[in-house]
């Protein structure tokens, strides 16, 4: 699997962070552009920028895209269990900090 890079979101959200006020930042889950509450985060999306809701689209088109939730391959692609436990705890000190940063700067939903 190669050498992980030490931070994959934490690091340049902190960035981020510490460059910016909170209030110019959005934070959107990809889960949320491509799942069930799509047309709720990208109204969302649209007020945080200033753009109508009415003016675009609620929907993404993603096309004929080979992604789960793209209908091609809806269950997704098999993965053993050991290497999905070795993701897991390759991004779990990443993860465990972002949430850390978006508690502190009450960045949550």
Do not use: T
Request: contains cysteine.
């Amino acid at each position: 699997m190669g050498n992980p890079k030490k931070s994959y979101y934490s690091h340049p959200l902190k960035a981020w962070l510490d460059n910016f006020p909170k209030e110019q930042l959005h934070l959107v889950q990809y889960e949320d552009l491509v799942g069930e509450r799509q047309s709720e985060e990208l109204i969302r999306l649209k007020e945080f920028i200033g753009v109508s809701v009415d003016g675009l689209p609620n929907e993404l088109d993603f096309g004929d895209a080979n992604c789960r939730h793209c209908r091609i391959q809806p269950e997704g692609w098999p993965m053993r269990e050991k290497v999905y436990r070795r993701l897991i705890e390759k991004v779990k000190p990443d993860v465990l900090e972002l949430v850390r940063l978006i508690d502190r700067y009450g960045m949550g939903n």
